[in-house]
């Protein structure tokens, strides 16, 4: 595993190089190897101590592949790792011409290239073999034996991916302080959710298969297909294993972060969310991971159900407060959720990403018949991994 000289590494065209899943030992020396821009506040033996806590998660257990660039001369547990990433199978959504299907997706992340290693196109060469074989991985009991997209989430702008079909996708936020003190209004019931909350409001059959008929319609109004991962429990529990591996290690003098997000039962609208904490005080981010809510059928509805929303906005503001985050921040807002944070502060402004988070799809639905143009439903923070 240790690293050859440079001078004698093989350029990113070379025939001699190859994509493969790691071992369990090169999973965890790539792990080793990118902590250097991913550990953020751990040691390196925690950070690898948190991604095998990750890796046991239901969302990503039977599910994770490492993949790691090597020379296919070298032996197996031996090999030096020029490049390396991570897929993740998913459960989705698939709506085109009326029908809804459940597909097999992949997310993709960690995408690395230690500092020495870098501008060899080793990185090109692992995501240009990666889109050959994402598609069949893991996808043998799928009636075509294949993804039709797969997602990422780009830290280094939206060219990048762009050239191995990764399209950049709406990638804009909203962003609140944290605030203290909040007090409810006259009539306002907003509510705590923990985590067993989240699951029977936000995850149950009856909004899955509101999501469902929502695909559908949508596929019967306008041409092209439309997806979205399935916002399933399994999603939460990972982002909470996450924030709940860094408390107990950063905040070990206070009891776990136990509300999971807040609600207001009158108005049928839920959020759940978690705390990133990071390496800068501006890391810390409480985001919103999705919001649950109907389509009001008139003014009146509309504007009690932005009220209630906008409730919620500030449980999650004090709560940010509660464990010093610097934003309460979630992803492609709706325009009502723009009007309830309009309420909170007339001058927060939407902010649309650039360089990162930009969320990316592949869709390859086109050589199937499909069309050539895929809309993204959901696509708000819990897809990320
Ligand atoms: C991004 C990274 C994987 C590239 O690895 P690499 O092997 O040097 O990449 P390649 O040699 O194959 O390709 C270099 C290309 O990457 C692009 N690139 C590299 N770093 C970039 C960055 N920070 N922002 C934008 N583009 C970047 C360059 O545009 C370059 O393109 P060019 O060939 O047209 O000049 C590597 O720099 C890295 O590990 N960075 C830290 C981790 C990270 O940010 N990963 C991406 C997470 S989404």
Partial sequence: MIAKDVPSLPMGDSPDLILVPATPAERIASIRLNSIVWKGPLDVETYIARENHLLEQRLTRDGLTCWILVDRNEPEDDRTILSSCESYRKKALLAHDGQVEEVGTHGVGSVYCRPEFRGKGYAKRMLEELSTKIDTWKMEKEPRGRALFTILFSDIGKKFYAQFGWRPYLSSHLALPPAEGVTHGAGEKTRDLYAED??????????????????????QKSTGAKVAIVPNFDHFVWHWAREEF?????????????????????????????????????????????????DPTTPEEEQTL?????????????????????????????????KAVALLDPDAQLVHREKSSISSLRWTGAELGLGKDVEWFLNEKYTWC
């Fill in 198 to 219: 989240v699951r029977s409001n936000m995850c149950n059959d009856i909004i899955l298969a509101k999501l469902r008929d929502q695909l559908r319609v949508a596929s």
């Fill in 246 to 294: 860094f408390a107990q290690r950063l905040c070990s003098h206070r009891p776990p972060p136990m509300i999971k997000g807040a609600g207001n039962d009158d108005a049928r609208v839920y959020c759940a969310w978690n705390r990133n904490f990071g390496e800068q005080p501006e890391d810390n981010i409480l985001y919103i991971l999705r919001w649950v809510y109907d």
């Fill in 306 to 338: 932005v009220q209630a929303m906008a409730g919620i906005l500030k449980r999650a503001q004090q709560e940010a407060h509660d464990w010093n985050m610097h934003t309460v921040e979630f992803w492609n807002p709706t325009p009502l959720l723009q």
